[in-house]
């Protein structure tokens, strides 16, 4: 089983900055992809970026048009954790956002592919 642990959502007024973590854990072999999703109210889960690992040229990160500039992604591959450090927040960041593993792993009598989500930490940016 893997296990993805979010954690450093909250409260904080436009301008400010927040970064979430998360941890993932478990039968892992190796991690293909790994990234931050939000959901705001009344609106479809969107991609807010990602590191999609590459074995020649290095690890591949990709934001949304709307927070490039503001929001940067980073992996701690030791730890198997996933960073979002989000600066210049505004009220339209609010939403719950969530962490996504794509992964290679061991089944327990098979390696597989899958894509694992965590519960989601939720963001709320004042005006």
């Known amino acids: 089983q893997v296990q993805l642990v979010e954690s450093g959502g909250g409260v904080v007024q436009a301008g400010g900055s927040l970064r979430l973590s998360c941890a993932a854990s478990?039968?892992?072999?190796?991690?293909?992809?790994m990234g931050w999703y939000r959901q705001a109210p009344g609106k479809q889960r969107e991609l807010v970026a990602s590191i999609t690992s590459a074995t020649t040229s290095g690890d591949k990160t990709n934001y949304a048009d709307s927070v490039k500039g503001r929001f940067t992604v980073s992996r701690d591959n030791a730890k198997n954790t996933l960073y979002l450090q989000m600066n210049s927040l505004k009220p339209e960041d609010t939403a719950v956002y969530y962490c996504?593993?794509?992964?290679?792993?061991?089944?327990?009598?098979?390696?597989?592919?899958?894509?694992?989500w965590g519960q989601g930490t939720q963001v709320t940016v004042s005006s």
């Open positions: 478990g039968s892992i072999f190796s991690i293909k992809a």
């Open positions: 996504n593993l794509v992964a290679r792993v061991w089944t327990g009598s098979v390696y597989d592919t899958s894509d694992y």
